[in-house]
């Protein structure tokens, strides 16, 4: 069983960065695909990014493609969502995601195809 806590939001002014972390538990994170996904008040959760067992191969959502950048250290157990050029629409409460029933090379965007979630860490970005 996956263990999955997220970090590193914070309240910045637009224009900003942030780095999340998502920690793992347990000796077979790299067996994971790993995603981020968000969600805002009021809405419902929207996929951001996702990224392979092997690292090498990530997607992003259209709202957030040149702005950022998922990567993972599986030595460290621990996923990573750098986010600049943070825009205000990107104020929502982000969640790491884990799939352990994951292909080497295959990329996974949609929220039922993850099993492992965290609790979520808050991004707020000012005007």
């Known amino acids: 069983q996956v263990q999955l806590v997220e970090s590193g939001g914070g309240l910045v002014q637009a224009g900003g960065s942030l780095r999340l972390s998502c920690a793992a538990s347990g000796r077979t994170f790299g067996n994971n695909a790993m995603a981020w996904f968000r969600q805002a008040p009021g809405k419902t959760r929207e996929f951001v990014s996702a990224?392979?067992?092997?690292?090498?191969?990530?997607y992003y959502s259209d709202s957030v493609k040149g702005r950022f950048t998922i990567s993972r250290d599986n030595a460290k157990n621990t996923a990573y969502l750098q986010m600049n050029s943070l825009k205000p629409e990107d104020t929502a409460s982000y969640f790491c995601?884990?799939?352990?029933?994951?292909?080497?090379?295959?990329?996974?965007?949609?929220?039922?195809?993850?099993?492992?979630w965290g609790q979520g860490t808050q991004v707020t970005v000012s005007s």
């Open positions: 990224i392979s067992r092997s690292g090498s191969i990530v």
């Open positions: 995601a884990g799939r352990d029933t994951a292909y080497l090379r295959m990329i996974y965007i949609a929220e039922t195809d993850y099993v492992f």
